[in-house]
């Protein structure tokens, strides 16, 4: 399983960008998609997920900036990104997992996923 993120750039306060995963090698149907963020001494933050049962959750933090999605034929996760702030510059990380039963995520927790993306730098300043 692969998972490729690309995306993070450098932008000013209120800013947009959009993050892309490119996932190869895994099997969409019955999974559960998410994107996580890290600084530096920091434990890795659930963002936004998509369970399996097509349920979407979010970080207090980011709801009504964020926005993620999926597009099955292309096998590729986004994440849109509105309105950042200075608290939103981190490494963003794309993570999958098999999930034939629904997770029904309170929080996103970096155990609930397998495989995991490189990650990409976001910068806002």
């Known amino acids: 399983v692969q998972l490729v993120e690309s995306g993070g750039a450098s932008v000013q306060a209120g800013g947009s960008l959009r993050l892309s995963c490119a996932v190869s090698d895994f099997a969409y149907s019955d999974s559960c998609v998410g994107w996580f963020r890290q600084v530096p001494g920091k434990e890795r933050e659930g963002v936004a997920g998509i369970d399996s049962d097509g349920r979407i959750s979010y970080a207090d933090s980011v709801k009504g900036r964020f926005t993620i999605s999926e597009d099955n034929a292309k096998r590729t996760l986004y994440l849109e990104m509105n309105n950042l702030q200075p608290e939103d510059n981190a490494t963003y990380y794309c993570?999958?997992?098999?999930?034939?039963?629904?997770?029904?995520?309170?929080?996103?927790?970096?155990?609930?996923?397998?495989?995991w993306g490189q990650g990409t730098q976001v910068t806002v300043s």
């Open positions: 993570a999958a997992d098999y999930c034939p039963v629904p997770r029904l995520w309170v929080r996103l927790l970096e155990t609930d996923f397998s495989y």
